[in-house]
């Protein structure tokens, strides 16, 4: 078993640590955090497993291979780089650091020292979102014209606004599914609460193909929303995430613009055929994330979530970022991944 320690007990951490206790394939070293409610949360729930409130003691220790950090975001950078210098795997809650320099320079030192660096990206793992993906590879769908999103709740407010806060997860979605270049990002958004803190934002993504994607973000909302519809020139895919069941929903619909009978005259018909809903394994995508993370660090193959895909989701935050600063003017995303290969 691979031994590994958890930095951070908060919103995600608890996750965290019962997927390690449950994954045969890891060994839960113990907890690092400096709340000392969170660690006694931690210890009535798991008696005996060590904690420390010093994460220098987390890489002291020869026995620890891997960490896993679920700290917020301004910290993700400077924890995963000490743990790396300590020669340890990484595995880093969404996003793999707040600016693309930063997310760069970590996956420089991982790759240095032959070491996993692997964002916590965990929708990758998700079986509805890797059913759609089979629909996209296979030709299915045909060719994919755009994506509509949204992704809204009464949410949980954080400083760092709606778009680093919600954005990551459709960002992550639509890499993965669509597997090309991010062009350019487009971004309006409202701050209602605090100035220069988003609570709502509407992000319009170019692809290197041509395809577009459109996402809504909010935390003010009056009922939980957790949908994306994919529009191909075949078929139609409806994947809701919030749906008790059928979460995955395809569509024989469309249009099609048939030859002209006449000279300029075309003809235009609309196709409206059955809708389908595939059945989808149970699994708990945390825990494949985690077997992911393992596996990689054992074998040396690179994760579902790998770092430069992380890197290319921090750029397109920074592009939006950019956007809605600028009243929504399109801004390029700069292509360091392509730098880094070189």
């Known amino acids: 078993m691979i031994n590994l ?73 400077p924890l995963a780089e000490k743990a790396l210098r300590a020669g340890k795997h990484v595995i880093v809650e969404k996003p793999l650091a707040t600016t693309a320099a930063d997310a760069a320079a970590l996956i420089e030192l991982a790759e240095a020292n032959d070491l996993v660096l ?53 960002l992550s979605i639509l890499l993965y599914w669509l597997n090309e270049p991010l062009v350019d990002v487009a971004a309006s958004a409202r701050s209602v609460l605090e100035p220069e803190v988003p609570t709502t934002a509407f992000l319009t993504l170019t692809f290197a193909s041509g395809t577009t994607a459109n996402v809504q973000i909010s935390w003010l909302a009056p009922r939980k929303v957790r949908e994306m519809i994919i529009v191909g020139s075949r078929r139609m895919v409806q994947y809701d995430d919030a749906a008790m069941d059928e979460t995955v929903k395809i569509y024989d619909r469309g249009m099609d613009l048939g ?3 006449n000279f300029g005259e075309h003809q235009l018909t609309y196709r409206s055929g059955d809708m389908i809903a595939p059945r989808l394994e149970a699994a708990e995508p945390l825990g494949q994330e985690l077997a992911d993370f393992a596996r990689s660090i054992e074998t040396g193959s690179v994760p579902r979530s790998h770092s430069r895909l992380g890197l290319e989701i921090v750029q397109a935050l920074e592009a939006a970022e950019k956007s809605w600063r600028a009243n929504g003017r399109p801004v390029a995303v700069n292509p360091m991944v392509e730098r880094l290969a070189a």
């Open 118 to 170: 692997m964002p916590g990206h965990t929708f990758l793992y998700s079986p509805p979102v890797n059913k759609v993906k089979q629909q996209i590879e296979s030709g299915e769908l045909g060719e994919v014209y755009f994506v509509t999103s949204s992704r809204m709740n009464l949410g949980i407010y954080q400083r760092g606004g709606v778009i680093n806060d919600l954005a990551p997860h459709d």
């Open 5 to 77: 320690a958890v930095v951070g007990y908060g919103y995600w951490g608890p996750n965290i640590v019962r997927n390690v206790m449950e994954r045969p394939e890891l060994g839960m070293w113990g907890l690092c955090e400096l709340d000392p409610d969170r660690v006694q949360k931690f210890s009535s729930r798991y008696p005996g497993v060590h904690t420390t409130a010093s994460f220098d003691e987390v890489l002291a220790d020869p026995s620890v291979e891997a960490v896993s950090i679920a700290t917020p975001p301004a910290t993700h950078y």
């Open 259 to 261: 030859d002209p009978e």
